[in-house]
T-cell receptor, first 111, second 116 residues
């Protein structure tokens, strides 16, 4: 799986959009971009994933650049409960593969 | 989304004893389950991958005789830490992936193991 690079930490004001960047310049054509988050002392929570097109669900939006070398996870209206470590993972989701976690971005949402 | 549970959520044991952690997929059949370990302020590290009905595949550096994994059914996998020592104290997290779910892995809430 391709390596991803994320800033180690970010702050965001409550109620504002949180934009979390991820670089994956060596991503291959069949690798998806997955986002998970881990709130303190809990297991990771799946957020969203995409291949080429932008994706949106009830939790977040995922914007993938046309060359697929980077992406941005957007939490449209961050709340204090969104404070967590966010992991961006490039992953080829077939039966033989597994997720590999890097350092992630520690997002602190402040009142 | 799919739900994965773990039991117990936390356990304290004496050095030298064995501890079993259960991981269950509650609303889907998990063809593959994964076990991760996470030390304080570190990221998750994959320990092993298990497919239902077959032996687990362990990552390099993980002792298979110490961390026994059983995946006997499509909804249950167990991790047994044998002869636990204080250095085995960690946060153990399982995840599960089922066929027909776009291969997304869903994680359990984790088990905090403290070995005294």
């Amino acid at each position: 799986d391709a390596k991803t690079t994320q800033p180690p930490s970010m702050d965001c004001a409550e109620g504002r959009a949180a934009n979390l960047p991820c670089n994956h310049s060596t991503i291959s054509g069949n690798e998806y971009v997955y986002w998970y988050r881990q709130i303190h002392s809990q297991g990771p929570q799946y957020i969203i994933h995409g291949l080429k097109n932008n994706e949106t669900n009830e939790m977040a939006s995922l914007i993938i650049t046309e060359d697929r070398k980077s992406s941005t996870l957007i939490l449209p209206h961050a709340t204090l409960r969104d404070t967590a470590v966010y992991y961006c993972i490039a992953y080829f989701n077939n039966a033989g593969n597994m997720l590999t976690f890097g350092g992630g971005t520690r997002l602190m949402v402040k009142p | 989304g799919a739900v994965v549970s773990q039991h117990p959520s936390r356990v304290i044991c004496k050095s030298g004893t064995s501890v079993k952690i259960e991981c269950r997929s509650l609303d889907f059949q998990a063809t593959t389950m994964f076990w991760y370990r996470q030390f304080p302020k570190q990221s998750l590290m994959l320990m092993a991958t298990s497919n239902e009905g077959s032996k687990a595949t362990y990552e390099q550096g993980v002792e298979k005789d110490k961390f026994l994994i059983n995946h006997a059914s499509l909804t249950l996998s167990t991790l047994t830490v044998t002869s636990a020592h204080p250095e085995d104290s960690s946060f153990y997290i399982c995840s599960a992936r089922g066929a027909g779910m776009a291969d997304t892995q869903y994680f359990g809430p984790g088990t905090r193991l403290t070995v005294l």
